[in-house]
């Protein structure tokens, strides 16, 4: 069974820095896709970036890029700049050809003032 | 506005009661997912319909089930209900090809039992 582990369940850093997020997931899969999503105080759930497997280059979305290193299956977020408004829980989420997204438990970040 | 839509926003009710969360999906898409949310949890898989089929089913408990309607609406429904189904259930839609572009949440429904 597919699975997604988050290691750091909550990071606190100051404005303006650059904050990695760390995920890996386990698949026997050769094709599938990941996800970042976002879940700030308003719980609502925001796609942050995604990456398609088959694809060497790392998925970049504005101040959110993606480090995706297939052989090691890890899966990290970087928020560069950050900004308040960044301030939420992080998902690193896993789909494959099934179409069901497994999420892992979440990163709670903090950016602080 | 994502263009997944659910109803109620919130919902108070109490043991043993049974309740029907309803979502509409994004134009044109054909699939819909369901997925529990706990206090401070990550997200449980529940069930997904694709074009009114169901197509995966999670750990959804037997009190719950659900369905998709023609018109690509699904409803959720949760019976004999008891305080540890206090969660917020989102709706989730996608498209012909979900691998694509993930999925698009609905704002959730906070449901409390009491």
């Known amino acids: 069974a597919q699975t997604v582990t988050q290691s750091q369940p909550e990071m606190s850093v100051q404005e303006a820095e650059t904050v990695t997020l760390s995920c890996t997931y386990d698949t026997s899969e050769s094709n599938y896709y990941l996800f970042w999503y976002k879940q700030p105080p308003s719980r609502q759930m925001i796609l942050v970036i995604r990456?398609?497997?088959?694809?060497?280059q790392n998925a970049t979305e504005n101040r959110f890029s993606v480090n995706f290193q297939k052989a090691a299956k890890s899966f990290s977020l970087k928020i560069s700049d950050s900004q308040l408004g960044d301030t939420a829980m992080y998902f690193c989420?896993?789909?494959?050809?099934?179409?069901?997204?497994?999420f892992g438990k979440g990163t709670r970040l903090h950016i602080l003032p | 506005d994502s263009g997944v839509t659910q109803t109620p926003k919130h919902l108070i009710t109490a043991t043993g009661q049974r309740v029907t969360l309803r979502c509409s999906p994004r134009?044109?898409?054909?699939?819909v997912y369901w997925y529990q949310q706990s206090l401070d949890q990550g997200l449980q898989f529940l069930i997904q319909y694709y074009n009114g089929e169901e197509r995966a089913k999670g750990n959804i408990l037997e009190r719950f089930s659900a369905q998709q309607f023609p018109d690509l609406h699904s409803e959720l429904n949760l019976s004999s209900l008891e305080l540890g189904d206090s969660a917020l259930y989102f709706c989730a839609s996608s498209g012909r090809d979900p691998n694509r572009g993930g999925y698009t949440f609905g704002s959730g429904t906070r449901l409390t039992v009491v």
């Open positions: 990456q398609e497997a088959y694809k060497q």
């Open positions: 134009s044109g898409d054909l699939s």
């Open positions: 989420a896993f789909m494959n050809r099934d179409d069901k997204i497994i």
